[in-house]
């Protein structure tokens, strides 16, 4: 029995390098592509977008003198600067629906969406005396589309607009006590996340607020974000808020898109966990024909292994034609198949559907099937195995090992 158990570890051995090499292999294909299919998405979608909050400011200009020395000669020169004087908004209500679009490209799958977005701007000219006021607004992306684009004040559409570095800057004269409205809207497409930034540093804002109406109910919020004040389901999906009077934070309002299953990364973890399953199978299935005192030689045990092993092969490789569920039922049939079809000819039609076929089910099949359990993976696989060590310790509890 010494050396049956000692071919048996080899053979286990030898299966889990080829699964760790597999695993590597679809890891490297995963990312490789990545790095070339995420950039292609981007010039075809669009990439993250980070909508700034329009920067509003006066400005003044002082006067210096500058002196020069050219040779024995001193030239006094007067220059004259520009100094921005920063105001904050007074006003501030946006509205932005997102509509989620999965594509997928070779292994991966790609969280695009369209965004239509709209604002209204409130400027009040708080000062005493009579200011221009310069509004900027800076475009989420440099490389982005925005389709339907609009740009008003108070109602009235501005046509003739020369973007400059991806900012639009319109000069308002204000009197003392005027108020303007500025409304900003257009329709994009982005990738993964979407942000409403306020600034890179602590910023006061005063009478926001922002409602984000989604087509997807599995929300979440990237780090350094903020959550909404509060939340609505819709049949759609949700109806967010963030409605703030007066708040004096550095934090941002983000989205980030629900990620669908990737292929890639699915077939690689599995490949890289296969051993666990193959060892509780080849454990399993050396007490049921120890307890029944049926011989099966190590060739056998090779084959079942092999079996186990075409599960992962022909996953890896299925994945970038078809579903990943279609695809994860064929290669469970096919290895099925194998399993059963090669032990009704060692041990019999019987011992090959219910011991063996059934084994095979719950430790390649559910135990691959539990990496679909996002969150429960490993919970699933614990509670497998204490099911399994209850059932083995229960079955040879009167087995005297020493004279196996």
Request: charged share 20%; aromatic share 14%; net charge neutral.
């Amino acid at each position: 029995m010494t050396k049956r158990i000692a071919a048996i570890v080899l053979i286990f051995v030898c299966t889990s390098v080829a699964w760790i090499i597999l695993g590597s292999v679809t890891n490297v294909r995963t990312f490789r592509q990545d790095t070339r299919l995420r950039r292609a998405v981007g010039e075809l979608w669009g990439t993250v977008q980070r909508q700034q909050a329009p920067r509003i400011y006066y400005q003044t200009k002082t006067e210096r003198k500058v002196e020069t020395t050219s040779g024995s000669k001193t030239i006094v020169e007067t220059v004259v600067e520009t100094v921005d004087h920063p105001l904050t908004l007074d006003g501030s209500e946006i509205t932005v629906k997102l509509a989620l679009d999965h594509r997928k490209k070779g292994l991966l799958w790609y969280s695009t969406y369209d965004v239509a977005f709209h604002g209204e701007y409130l400027i009040i000219n708080n000062a005493k005396e009579h200011r221009d006021i310069i509004f900027d607004y800076a475009f989420p992306n440099l490389k982005g589309i925005y389709d339907d684009f609009r740009f008003s004040v108070d109602g009235v559409q501005i046509s003739e607009l020369e973007p400059t570095g991806g900012i639009i800057a319109k000069k308002l004269s204000l009197k003392p006590g005027e108020t303007r409205t500025v409304e900003v809207a257009y329709k994009s497409r982005g990738l993964d996340e979407w942000w409403y930034l306020f600034g890179e540093d602590v910023a006061q804002i005063r009478n926001f607020k922002l409602t984000m109406l989604t087509d997807f109910g599995d929300i979440d919020f990237p780090e350094n974000s903020i959550s909404p004040t509060t939340k609505e389901a819709t049949p759609e999906g949700w109806k967010l808020t963030w409605q703030f009077s007066n708040l004096i934070s550095g934090i941002q309002i983000g989205m980030m898109m629900p990620q669908k299953l990737n292929p890639g990364p699915f077939a690689s973890k599995v490949s890289f966990f296969a051993p666990v399953s193959l060892f509780l199978f080849l454990f399993l299935m050396f007490i049921i024909t120890t307890v029944k005192k049926i011989n099966i030689h190590p060739m056998n045990y090779f084959f079942l292994s092999a079996a186990f092993f075409s599960f992962h092969l022909l996953l890896a490789y299925l994945i970038d034609h078809i579903d990943v569920h279609l695809a994860f039922a064929i290669c469970s049939a096919v290895s099925i198949f194998l399993v059963i079809s090669y032990m009704r000819l060692v041990v019999g039609i019987r011992f090959a559907l219910v011991e063996t076929g059934l084994s095979q089910f719950v430790y390649l099949v559910l135990f691959s099937y539990a990496f679909f359990l996002k969150g429960y993976t490993g919970l699933s696989i614990t509670v497998g195995c204490i099911i399994t060590l209850f059932v083995v310790m229960q079955v040879t509890g009167r087995i005297d090992w020493s004279k196996q």
